[in-house]
Antibody
Framework: QVQLQESGPGLVKPSETLSLTCAVS?????????WGWIRQPPGKGLEWIGS???????YYNPSLKSRVTISVDTSKNQFSLKLSSVTAADTAVYYC??????????????WGQGTLVTVSS | SYVLTQPPSVSVAPGQTARITCGGN??????VHWYQQKPGQAPVLVVY???DRPSGIPERFSGSNSGNTATLTISRVEAGDEADYYC???????????FGTGTKVTVL
């Protein structure tokens, strides 16, 4: 069974870079599938941040694209998120997930438990 | 950008049927997926590709999609179904995943 676990600082200062890692167990990232990040501000809905294939091919939410970098480390079986120039609006629970499906029918089949990141000085 | 609109809330008595809609321009041409999220927990996939259920999801959960509206139907609603529900599609025109606004289902 695929398991995902987010890790990283729970508190980030405004204007700094948010960095999170998602460790994957039960499946080798290099075997395939897209892997993604989703966030949820407190009391609000879900927002897709971006996704990455094991080869490194990426898709980003256009609204965040200028600040987001998602990378994959197949040797450690993990993938990472960097979000630069954060503000209080970036305070959210951040989830990592494994996507399934094909082409225009992809969906988030497996999710991590989520990690709360607060942006505050 | 592509927008998915859901009613903020749906209330249903135990044993009755809850229907949650997800509106989007020509959504019937897309594959729609649905997630259930209980307080303090990560979302769980309950329906994918409009009407398929992952293993372990009760048959009480079903989906349909046509025209400008997709629908998640929960039959014989139980107290444990109380949660937020989100629809999701891939928008090929902008290469982005889009989530609906979310619906809170309350079991009376």
């Amino acid at each position: 069974q695929v398991q995902l676990q987010e890790s990283g600082p729970g508190l980030v200062k405004p204007s700094e870079t948010l960095s999170l890692t998602c460790a994957v167990s039960g499946y080798s990232i290099s075997s395939g599938y897209y892997w993604g990040w989703i966030r949820q501000p407190p009391g609000k809905g879900l927002e897709w941040i971006g996704s990455i294939y094991h080869s490194g091919s990426t898709y980003y939410n256009p609204s965040l694209k200028s600040r987001v970098t998602i990378s994959v480390d197949t040797s450690k079986n993990q993938f990472s998120l960097k979000l630069s120039s954060v503000t209080a609006a970036d305070t959210a629970v951040y989830y990592c997930a494994r996507l399934s499906g094909v082409a225009a029918a992809v969906y988030f089949q497996h999710w991590g438990q989520g990690t709360l990141v607060t942006v505050s000085s | 950008s592509y927008v998915l609109t859901q009613p903020p809330s749906v209330s249903v008595a135990p044993g009755q049927t809850a229907r949650i809609t997800c509106g989007g321009n020509n959504i019937g041409s897309k594959s729609v997926h649905w997630y259930q999220q209980k307080p303090g927990q990560a979302p769980v996939l309950v329906v994918y590709d409009d009407s398929d259920r992952p293993s372990g999801i009760p048959e009480r959960f079903s989906g349909s999609n046509s025209g400008n509206t997709a629908t998640l139907t929960i039959s014989r609603v139980e107290a444990g179904d109380e949660a937020d529900y989100y629809c999701q599609v891939w928008d090929s025109s902008s290469d982005r995943n889009v989530f609906g606004t979310g619906t809170k289902v309350t079991v009376l």
